[in-house]
């Protein structure tokens, strides 16, 4: 059998013709070391065609359409051109080699070629991958290398610019820079405190929060400066008349050492950074929530913005999220533990990621469990509405909390929440927007759900009421036989009297 080797190069798409197969399929030790060296490889491996793209924008075309594993109508006219037409698959005696299983798996549906991408082939591929320019005679090798890094650049930039994730990944990056802002604000801010405590060490057990007590530090400075007309400026601070006083008061009786200009200069710069920072904190908050209201409404009206965004994060995108079961979300981000239980044979873990959020917190110590499960079927729900829908809005989601709420109430008072076919009804309703994204056929609303289950549940009952007429049947029959065998009894001793 003979075959014949595909190349998508960046010039254009080459076929090569791989001389005696039969041998060559069974020593596939032999084909890798014939690679290394051009003039074994060439004795294998020959040119047999070559077709050139005709501008940068249609060899761009064309590799997209090879990445995606779709056959471009210039590769089908090329393989058409050069390849012995065949009638069947069945009946063609050679083999087309590809680098990639689903080209070749759409090159054989679209162009009725065989196709194979598993044994020698790509030891094939790599050879004419490494020694493409002096196989090809009608090219340089210069003129190769400019071709696959033009072609690189443009399709790396036509691969960002159309990225369907890039609106997940700006919540991505911004719920990591969040996470690592609290660490460092928490950080800086413990060292602030240890830092001024040296000069005014009362400071820290009036004032706890991190962000009042850098801007009080950077009020202060000297403790010695602090006069009446000072506590204005502190209750502007610390939102507190009683505890602006309190810091006048500790500051006249403080037990703290004396310190230099130079060492306040550098007290006052470092408590300005921490300020700036959690500031910078706030806005990048805001940012998130906004980002979070456009890209996944639902998911942040049921579970928070920071949680939401975690669970994007986590899954790597808001389409990764909507593909996941509701099992996997519930334990998202506890893996260690899921694998840990595994291998020792323990209880798995309850809730991952899912359990910052405030209903789980809310929950009882036996209905944890349960909450999660429950809050992990909602999230679900609420990343594939987020995903596939066309027209944002947070409809679903605040009736998705609401259920949650109920159930919530359900397990502390045992009132039974509304059923989620009805809510969905509801939300429905209520909004304009179509109840499901048309694409086909196939496509179903809630009405049609339940006509088909009423169809069901009329079918089963023509069935029930079907076998209880026969089982009638079969007892009135039964019981008008026994009689009838009990008559002919009495008929039959009748006679033997009669007879004697």
Same mark, same amino acid.
């Given at each position: ?5 595909l ?6 798409y ?10 060559i399929s ?5 084909v890798q ?7 074994k490889f060439g004795k ?5 065609s ?8 249609d ?9 995606e594993g779709?056959?471009h ?5 090329f ?10 698959i ?8 590809v680098?990639?299983h689903?080209?070749?798996q759409q ?5 009725n ?13 790599r050879?004419?991958r490494t020694?493409?320019a002096?196989m090809?005679?009608?090219i ?5 290398e400019?071709s696959?890094?033009?072609l690189g650049?443009?399709?790396s930039?036509?691969?960002v610019?159309?990225n ?21 604000i928490?950080?800086f801010?413990?060292?602030i405190?240890?830092w001024?405590?040296y000069?005014?060490?009362?400071l820290?057990?009036?004032v706890s929060?991190?962000?009042d ?5 950077q009020?202060?400075?000297r ?30 009786a ?11 200069i550098?007290?006052?710069s470092?408590s ?7 500031e ?7 940012y998130?929530?906004?980002k ?7 998911l942040?009206?049921l ?8 669970l994007i994060s986590?899954?790597?995108?808001l ?6 079961p ?17 291998k020792t ?15 789980i ?9 349960r909450?999660?499960r ?5 999230a ?7 995903c596939?829908?066309?027209?944002p809005?947070?409809?679903?989601g605040e009736?998705?909390?609401e259920?949650?709420?109920?159930r919530?109430d359900?397990y502390?008072?045992?009132k039974?929440?509304r ?10 309703a ?13 496509d179903?609303?809630? %009405?049609?759900? @339940?006509? &088909?289950? +009423?169809?069901k549940a009329s079918? $089963?009952?023509? =069935? #029930?009421s079907? /076998? !209880?007429? *026969?089982?009638v049947?079969?007892t009135? %029959?039964?019981? @008008?036989? &026994?009689k +009838?065998?009990k008559g002919?009894? $009495?008929?039959? =001793? #009748?006679s033997k /009297? !009669?007879e *004697?």
């Open positions: 059998m003979t075959m014949f080797v190349y998508e190069a960046a010039l254009g080459a076929l090569f013709k791989i001389e005696e197969f039969d041998e069974a020593n596939e030790a032999a070391a014939a690679v290394q060296d051009l003039a294998i491996c020959k040119l047999h070559f077709v050139p793209f005709k501008s940068a924008q060899a761009l075309d064309n590799i997209n359409a090879v990445s779709v056959v109508p210039s590769l089908k006219s393989l058409e051109t050069n390849l012995p037409k065949v009638a069947s069945k009946k063609a005696k050679y083999t087309l080699g680098a990639d689903r080209i070749g090159i054989r549906d679209d162009c070629i065989p196709c194979s991408h598993t044994g020698v082939v790509p030891e094939l591929v050879g004419v020694h493409f002096k090809n005679k009608s340089s090798s210069t003129s190769v400019r696959q890094l033009g650049h443009s399709y930039r036509c691969k610019k159309f369907v994730h890039r609106s997940d990944n700006m919540i991505i990056q911004a719920i990591s820079l969040l996470d690592q802002l609290d660490k460092d928490n950080t801010s413990m060292r405190k240890e001024y405590s000069h005014f060490p009362e820290v057990k009036i929060n991190n962000y007590f850098a801007r009080c530090a009020l202060i400075k403790k010695s400066s602090l006069t009446d007309d000072s506590v204005e400026k502190l209750e502007a601070i610390l939102m507190d008349s009683t505890k602006a006083q309190q810091v006048l008061d500790a500051s006249r403080s037990m703290g050492m004396d310190i230099s200009d130079i060492d306040l550098n007290i006052d470092f300005s950074r921490v300020v700036s920072l959690t910078y904190r706030r806005s990048l908050h805001e998130l929530v906004n979070m209201k456009m890209v996944a409404p639902n942040a009206a579970i928070g913005e920071q949680v939401g965004a975690r986590h899954a790597g995108s389409t990764n999220l909507a593909k996941y509701a099992s996997t979300v519930q334990i998202l981000g506890a893996e260690k533990a899921l694998f840990r239980a595994l044979k323990s209880n798995t873990p309850k809730y991952g990621l899912i359990f910052h959020s405030t209903f917190g809310r929950a009882g110590p036996k209905n944890k469990g909450i999660s429950y809050l992990a079927n909602k679900s729900i609420a990343s594939r509405i987020d596939f829908s066309d027209v809005s947070t409809a679903f009736k998705l909390r259920q949650v709420e109920e919530l359900f502390d008072s045992g039974t929440p059923k989620n076919l009805d809510v969905m009804r509801e939300v429905i209520t909004t304009d927007t179509p109840k499901r994204k048309a694409g086909g056929d196939d179903m609303d809630i %009405d049609d759900v @339940e006509t &088909k289950k +009423s169809k079918k $089963k009952d023509k =069935k #029930k079907k /076998k !209880s007429e *026969k089982g049947k079969e009135s %029959d039964g019981t @008008e036989s &026994k +009838s065998s002919d009894k $009495k008929k039959s =001793k #009748k /009297k !009669s *004697k």
